[in-house]
DNA sequence: ACGGACCGTGGGAGCGCTCCGACGCAGGCC
DNA sequence: GGCCTGCGTCGGAGCGCTCCCACGGTCCGT
């Protein structure tokens, strides 16, 4: 607040930053006796007097103390570190995500999110070290690998959990089984008469982690009913083009049914398909997965998986677990649940 | 790598983390040399084979080093804190916000986000200030006020950005001036006859700094024009039976034009208007904002307004020139164009 | 043969914090 | 009066790291 005036104008008033020891000399107390204050220290008893003198010290120079020092210190950090995917999460993970931190900031852990920015398995695993988080939450995609969780765990994590559809050697995993969505739909397809089933695989890079296991579980769905079910898998890339060239030899293809691999994919080939004349679901059921809002508003109403995944809750409380117990065997918890919306696309 | 067998099973290889001196006592040479192999400090000439015998060490013992005490001994960081908007992003921001964050990590920063999670204002910036971030980066949303910035650069930040429609007093800011986005849709309307706008202000708490602005903008437009335009706003929740409502009693408001705030509210709008029986664009046009994927799928094709945003290159430079001339008089840099996409709604 | 330049390495202080043990002092007991 | 108890506070070490400075050795020039 006071402008030092015999500084440059260069260096505006944040010149040197309070320490402890700065509010321990205004106080005129003993840097101990300001950690123990501010700490509020229940072991050690402080007088009154003396506690308010340091707090009012530490207001007037805006002292803030030094999380790196003091976790130096400690020995350990309560940081979970939550390296961010690559891919842009949609509203479904996104409001997960959100619910996760918060929970896991009621057990007054810190989140932290880190971009891995394309580096990969022990290359990431040692960056990550470097802040000596207490847990990671690692997307399952960013190939950890055995040797990077021994780098984490080396490097004093107590808890190594992977996110997603894939899953490290050693770590916990929080088990997003794709499969499930695919058997989900192709199980709802089968159950109104569809056969001959298209699957839509996203051309784009980064979302192959989830489009081939839900293409696989639309495989091991057919293969359980029978001979007499067939799979076409279908590229799409996400513009109108790729998906008009799709439509136009969509009679070609025999398909009775579709998985559109998520909503969005669904309205850019229900379009398609529209507009080529094909009528959904009298000619093609269509099924998609998110049961995001756009679904509900599509003509013929979209059907779909709506994807569960657990709440933030029960999961910062298995963290914490972990956290408290480093010796548990390694889990693997099956976090996604998928059930089918029959609405009108099929 | 090799077991401990007498330690428990509860304690597995993860015993004590090593450090430099760990490093130095197995490669017999003193901490200080490892430092200098390890950072490959150019002003010290250390010979090769002690070079390799430090690395090989450090290999060995999976050495780390310890980003805390590093800082700690360094007296400040090269992170860039980005506290995450409680608002889940859309596509367009999030996409953004990678771009900053690898543009920002080539300028040899670490960026962390963090979750305000509730905090705002100074509260929020001790918070993030304990991490002593050389830049912060906070949503203008965050509330951070001339006192948050202050507690941040007393803490030795660098620079203090504020990102969005709003800002902060003492922070540069980066400004996402939402009242374009209005004024483009505004005028768009205007030059296609319309002088009834309606406008779409999304019930949802999280939304209000954007929806507002944009509101505004449209205020804005619709006065330069003249007195014959009015402008309605139309309270809507991001579900159907709302939009049902308003669609039920749209031709008692009179409205010949519709700005619907984004494309996705557009979608749901359009379709109750649809279902009601009301002509799109013929009865009311109808422009969104945000350019989605969905607007181009919708019949008619969905009107728009563009956002651009600025590139992440540009503004990791703009953060890194502040870092290194921190007296700068703080800047507003106005980053948000907007430019009306015509399709078939309007 | 001797002084100085220079090269490779080590010693050690100190960044800000916490916490163990110690220390002084007041009050009560023998 | 001396001793003990306990309360409130302080001194100081050390977490892992970096970097200034010192130091011994080799080699060259005179």
Redesign the pocket.
């Known amino acids: 607040m006071v402008q030092i005036p015999n500084k440059t104008a260069q260096q505006p008033a944040q010149y040197s930053?309070p320490?402890?020891?700065d509010v321990a000399r205004l106080a005129?107390?003993?840097?101990?006796?300001v950690?123990?204050v501010?700490?509020n220290?229940s072991?050690?008893?402080?007088?009154e007097?003396?506690r308010r003198r340091v707090r009012e010290a530490a207001k007037e120079l805006g002292y803030v103390?030094?999380a790196a020092?003091?976790s130096?210190?400690?020995?350990h950090t309560r940081v979970v570190l939550m390296p961010t995917p690559q891919i842009p999460a949609g509203p479904l993970f996104s409001e997960f995500f959100n619910e996760l931190q918060w929970a896991l900031s009621r057990f007054d852990y810190t989140v932290v999110q880190y971009g891995s920015l394309g580096l990969t398995g022990e290359e990431a695993a040692r960056a990550w070290a470097e802040l000596r988080p207490v847990a990671v939450l690692a997307p399952g995609a960013s190939g950890l690998g055995a040797r990077g969780v021994s780098v984490l765990k080396r490097s004093g994590a107590k808890a190594v959990f992977t996110l997603g559809p894939q899953q490290a050697e050693g770590a916990h995993a929080l088990l997003m089984d794709q499969r499930l969505v695919g058997q989900c739909a192709a199980t709802h397809l089968l159950e109104r008469g569809k056969r001959h089933i298209g699957v839509v695989i996203p051309e784009e890079q980064g979302l192959e982690p989830f489009a081939r296991p839900r293409a696989e579980g639309i495989r091991q769905a057919l293969a359980q009913h029978g001979q007499d079910a067939t799979m076409t898998e279908l590229p799409l890339a996400y513009d109108e083009e790729s998906a008009a060239r799709l439509a136009a030899r969509w009679r070609t293809l025999g398909v009775d049914g579709v998985f559109t691999y998520n909503d969005e994919f669904a309205m850019l080939l229900m379009r398609a398909l529209q507009d080529e004349g094909i009528a959904v679901p009298e000619e093609t059921a269509m099924i998609g997965a998110d049961d995001l809002m756009l679904g509900r508003l599509l003509r013929p109403r979209l059907s779909t998986v709506r994807i569960e995944l657990p709440s933030g809750q029960k999961l910062a409380e298995l963290v914490d677990r972990v956290v408290r117990d480093p010796g548990m065997e390694p889990e693997v918890h099956d976090v996604l649940g998928a059930t089918a919306v029959h609405r009108e696309s099929s």
């Open positions: 930053v320490t402890s020891a005129g107390v003993s840097r101990a006796t950690s123990y501010l700490n220290t072991a050690v008893r402080i007088s007097p003396t103390p030094h020092a003091r130096l210190r400690a020995g």
